[in-house]
C-alpha cells in the first residue's frame, strides 16, 4: 500500500535512489517513500538471477529490466539507448565498473565537491578487498576487488602485456590518484555478484516500518505550490493519485529526472510553452547541454581456444583523453539478444568537449524523449578519437594478431556511446545552472535532484561510484538536520 503522504518522497529506485532512502530512514522519526517504475523486489533473494550474475548484461533488446530511448549520436547515426528500470537502476545491469572521478574531474564542480572533500565519502561506500589506508574504505557498503594479472583472462593479460611494452605504466590502483596507465579495473563484484546499490544499501533495510518502496509506479508529475514541492503525481497499479511530501528528491536518472522537471513546468520556459506545459519556473539548463562518453569499437576475433570470460571488462588503459577497454567476449555473448558476434576493443573518448540536449516529443512529451548526443560536433572531439583508433588497432594487434580496423568515419556504424550521461540539470550557480551545489533545485524549495543529472560534466571515469559517493555525501548532510552535506 502506497501511504498518501511521506515525509521525503523519492522519485527513482536506481543507482543513487537506493542510496538515499536507506541513509534518510535512519532516522526511524523520518518517513521515506520510493517510486520505482520498474521492479521492486522484497528482498536480496528476489533478485533474479541475470540482474545478479556480473558476466551477463541484461541490457538486449526485450529486457525487462530497462527502458529503451531513441537516441541520434550524429546527424548521421541514430540508434537506441536502454538505461535501468528496475532497483538499483544502471548500476544493477552494467558491466560492475566503479572506478573513481579523479582528482581534476572536481575542478568543474563548486569549490564544496573538491576532491579532498569528497574523498572521505568515496571511502565511506566501499570496502576494498584490495587496499587499506587513507584511500579506501574498509567497512562501506559496496564490495571492490580487481582481478589480478595472474586470473586474468589470457586477452586482459596480453593487453596489459602489450600496453607496458609500448611504454604505457602499470598502474596497481585506479581508484588512486596518480599517473595516467594501464591497471586492473576496480569493480562493485562479490563472489560473481554484481552488487548494485540496492543489494548493497536498500536490501538489508527494506523491513523498516518507516520505509515504502512502490514498484510499478511513474511519477507524472511534482506537484509545485508557490515556489515549493509539495506532492508528486503517480499512476500506478492503483491508479492515478497524487503523494503528498514534505520534501521531493527526484532520482530518476539522467534522462528521466530532466523529463519530469519539465513535465512539470520547471525548465525552459519558451520550450515548454512550444511542448504545451504551463510554464511555472524558468529554468533554461534543464535537459541542455549534456554530455556523456562517445566510444569507437574496433572488432577482432578470438582465437578458439580462449575460456569464456567472468566479467567484460578486467583491464583497461588510461590515456590523457582515452580510455581504452579490450573487452573479455563479444557483446552477443554478455547482452543477451545484442546480435553483436565479434569481441571488440572500446576506444572511448573521455575529456569530450561537444554537448547534447534532452528533446521532448511533441506528440506525447511524456513518451521516451530524444537524447541528442551530437556528438564529435567539435572538431577537436574528432581528432583525439581518430587518433586513439589508430593507435588502439595497433596495441591490438599485438595483443590477439588479428584486427578489423576502421577510420571514425560514422558511416560504418561503430560509434557507439558508453551510456554515461551526465549534466542533465547540472549544479552551479550561473545562469544555465539547474540545481545549487548541495542539489537544491533553483527557485522551488523542497526539491532536489540527486543523481548523474547534477554532474557538472561527465567524469573522465564511469560515473557510477562517483554517483554512489554523491548521494551517500548528500544524504549523510540530511542525517544531521542540514540542509546540506556535511
Known amino acids: 500500500m502506497i501511504p498518501a503522504r511521506a515525509d521525503v518522497v523519492i522519485v527513482g529506485g536506481g543507482s543513487c535512489g537506493c542510496v538515499l532512502a536507506a541513509r534518510l530512514s535512519d532516522d526511524p522519526d523520518r518517513t521515506v517513500l520510493v517510486l520505482e517504475e520498474g521492479a521492486a523486489f522484497g528482498s536480496a533473494s528476489d533478485v533474479p538471477r541475470e540482474i545478479r550474475d556480473a558476466a551477463v548484461l541484461p541490457v538486449g533488446p526485450e529486457s525487462l529490466w530497462t527502458t529503451d530511448f531513441p537516441a541520434r549520436l550524429t546527424p548521421d547515426v541514430d540508434t537506441t539507448v536502454a538505461r535501468g528500470r528496475v532497483l538499483g537502476g544502471s548500476g544493477a545491469v552494467n558491466g560492475a565498473y566503479f572506478v573513481r572521478a579523479r582528482p581534476d574531474d572536481f575542478a568543474s564542480w563548486p569549490a564544496s565537491w573538491s576532491y579532498e572533500q569528497v574523498l572521505p565519502y568515496f571511502r565511506a561506500v566501499e570496502t576494498d578487498a584490495d587496499f587499506t589506508g587513507d584511500l579506501h574504505g574498509n567497512s562501506g557498503p559496496i564490495p571492490v576487488a580487481r582481478v589480478p594479472r595472474d586470473r586474468m583472462h589470457p586477452l586482459s593479460h596480453a593487453f596489459a602485456d602489450a600496453a607496458e611494452c ?78 503528498s511530501a514534505g520534501d521531493v528528491i527526484v532520482a530518476a536518472g539522467a534522462v528521466r529526472s530532466p523529463q519530469l522537471l519539465m513535465l512539470s513546468g520547471i525548465g525552459p520556459a519558451d520550450e515548454l510553452r512550444r511542448l504545451g506545459i504551463d510554464p511555472l519556473h524558468d529554468l533554461p539548463g534543464v535537459g541542455r547541454d549534456f554530455s556523456d562518453h562517445p566510444e569507437f569499437t574496433v572488432p577482432y576475433r578470438f582465437r578458439p581456444d580462449l575460456p569464456p570470460h567472468t566479467v567484460l571488462l578486467e583491464t583497461v588503459l588510461h590515456t590523457e583523453n582515452l580510455e581504452l577497454r579490450p573487452y573479455t567476449a563479444a557483446f552477443g555473448a554478455a547482452i543477451p539478444g545484442s546480435g553483436v558476434p565479434d569481441p571488440v576493443l572500446g576506444v572511448v573518448l573521455t575529456g569530450t568537449r561537444s554537448r547534447g540536449r534532452i528533446v521532448l516529443d511533441e506528440r506525447d512529451p511524456r513518451r521516451p524523449p530524444l537524447l541528442d548526443y551530437r556528438y564529435l560536433t567539435d572538431p577537436a572531439d574528432r581528432k583525439v578519437l581518430e587518433e586513439g583508433v589508430g593507435f588502439a588497432a595497433d596495441l591490438l594487434a599485438r595483443t590477439v594478431g588479428v584486427v578489423e580496423t576502421g577510420s571514425v568515419d560514422v558511416a560504418g556504424g561503430r560509434l557507439g556511446t558508453s551510456l554515461h550521461l551526465s549534466g542533465t540539470c547540472r549544479m552551479g550557480d550561473d545562469d544555465r545552472a539547474v540545481v545549487d551545489e548541495w542539489c537544491r533545485v533553483r527557485g522551488i524549495d523542497g526539491l532536489s535532484v540527486v543523481d548523474t543529472s547534477v554532474f557538472p560534466q561527465v567524469p573522465s571515469r564511469g560515473p557510477h561510484a562517483t554517483a554512489v559517493m554523491l548521494a551517500h555525501r548528500v544524504a549523510t548532510g540530511a542525517r544531521h538536520g542540514l540542509p546540506f552535506p556535511v
Open 166 to 243: 609500448a611504454g604505457f605504466v602499470s598502474v596497481a590502483d585506479l581508484n588512486a590518484p596518480g599517473p595516467d596507465g594501464v591497471g586492473a579495473v576496480p569493480s562493485n563484484v562479490r563472489d560473481g555478484t554484481r552488487v548494485s546499490s540496492f543489494l548493497a544499501y536498500l536490501a538489508p533495510v527494506l523491513d523498516r516500518p518507516n520505509l515504502t518502496v512502490a514498484g510499478g509506479v511513474a511519477a507524472t508529475r511534482v506537484v509545485v505550490a508557490g515556489d515549493r514541492a509539495v506532492g508528486v503525481e503517480i499512476a500506478g497499479p492503483e491508479g492515478p493519485r497524487t503523494i
